[in-house]
T-cell receptor, first 115, second 115 residues
Framework: AQSVTQPDIHITVSEGASLELRCNYS??????LFWYVQSPGQGLQLLLK??????LVQGIKGFEAEFKRSQSSFNLRKPSVHWSDAAEYFC?????????????FGTGTRLQVTL | DGGITQSPKYLFRKEGQNVTLSCEQN?????MYWYRQDPGQGLRLIYY???????QKGDIAEGYSVSREKKESFPLTVTSAQKNPTAFYLC??????????????FGAGTRLSVL
């Protein structure tokens, strides 16, 4: 069964500092990988996705993530955080087999940005 | 604008009462999903439907029911059998017919509380 681990429940960074959110997955082959962001009381917005090809993927709002097969990781990065980036971030893995394309989500990392 | 509309935004349930959460999409997506979100637990799949008049149980279907009579609608009923219904409920949809067919798009959610 596929699974996702986000080891950091809560992270605080200063505005302008760099950010890295960790995500490790368990899956038998190369999965589909996603990062979503959720503002309080809102739905999830897709930041970026990895399906195949270049292992460094660019997303919206200046975010990027790198797929590392050897480490089963898909960490999210941003060079300079803005106060508006404060939110909860979810990593998700999707199955390549079958047609249901079910996603398995991590438990999330809450990002706090200090001014 | 195309999107996913969940209503109501807030819902209160009395003991022994069934309540129905609405999810409507105008994206012409075939697949739709319901997730439950609890603090610190990420998102867990309740039910999903890949086509009209067909749906499957997810990981936590007990105490919930769904229907899919129309492509654009996927209502979720929280029955009195669900003893701990207080949570944030998210609906998602997915276009099965494009290259980006594994991306799920989310509504803004419904927060259900027990009176």
């Amino acid at each position: 069964a596929q699974s996702v681990t986000q080891p950091d429940i809560h992270i605080t960074v200063s505005e302008g500092a760099s950010l890295e959110l960790r995500c490790n997955y368990s899956y038998g082959a190369t999965p589909y990988l996603f990062w979503y962001v959720q503002s309080p009381g809102q739905g999830l917005q897709l930041l970026l996705k990895y399906f195949s090809g270049d292992t460094l993927v660019q997303g919206i709002k200046g975010f990027e993530a790198e797929f590392k097969r050897s480490q089963s990781s898909f960490n999210l990065r941003k060079p300079s955080v803005h106060w508006s980036d404060a939110a909860e971030y979810f990593c998700a893995v999707g199955s390549r087999t079958g047609t249901a394309s079910k996603l398995t989500f991590g438990t999330g990392t809450r990002l706090q940005v200090t001014l | 604008d195309g999107g996913i509309t969940q209503s109501p935004k807030y819902l209160f349930r009395k003991e022994g009462q069934n309540v129905t959460l609405s999810c409507e999409q105008n994206l012409n997506h075939d697949a739709m999903y319901w997730y439950r979100q609890d603090p610190g637990q990420g998102l867990r799949l309740i039910y999903y439907s890949q086509i009209v008049n067909d749906f499957q149980k997810g990981d936590i279907a007990e105490g919930y029911s769904v229907s899919r009579e129309k492509k654009e609608s996927f209502p979720l009923t929280v029955t009195s059998a669900q003893k701990n219904p207080t949570a944030f409920y998210l609906c998602a949809s997915r276009d099965t017919g494009t290259l980006a067919k594994n991306i799920q798009y989310f509504g803004a959610g419904t927060r259900l509380s027990v009176l």
